[in-house]
Nanobody, 129 residues
Framework: VQLQASGGGLVQAGDSLRLSCAAS????????MHWFRQAPGKEREFVAG?????????????TYADSVKGRFTISRDNAKSTVYLQMNSVKGEDTAVYFC??????????????????WGKGTQVTVSS
């Protein structure tokens, strides 16, 4: 199993950035996919999640941390086994290493990092003010 995150870099406050995470070795479509981040000296925290193909219900299947709601958008392309994180209006406090993670095969989203089955290596996002 491999999750390869990319797209990080140095941007200015107010800019946009799109992260990608390409997965291999798993049946990508069934997994709930997640983005977490970890700033220096802080614990890894949930950013966003999107449900897998087996989860039905109202809404678009996305969940966000309050700190990014309205600015970040998570999406997935099952044909490409890739999950994205579109980051708009970035702020200094968004500076962190961003990790993608595959959750449970049930496809549900959870903010609990201990529930993730597979992790990528992370990509650094630095926002200058």
């Amino acid at each position: 199993v491999q999750l390869q995150a990319s797209g990080g870099g140095l941007v200015q406050a107010g800019d946009s950035l799109r992260l990608s995470c390409a997965a291999s070795g798993i049946t990508f479509s069934i997994y709930g996919m997640h983005w977490f981040r970890q700033a220096p000296g802080k614990e890894r925290e949930f950013v966003a999640g999107i449900t897998g193909s087996g989860v039905t219900g109202s809404g678009d299947g996305t969940t966000y941390a309050d700190s990014v709601k309205g600015r970040f958008t998570i999406s997935r392309d099952n044909a490409k086994s890739t999950v994205y994180l579109q980051m708009n209006s970035v702020k200094g406090e968004d500076t962190a290493v961003y990790f993608c993670a595959a959750g449970q095969r049930s496809g549900f989203v959870t903010s609990r990092r201990e529930a993730m089955l597979h992790w990528g290596k992370g990509t650094q996002v630095t926002v200058s003010s």
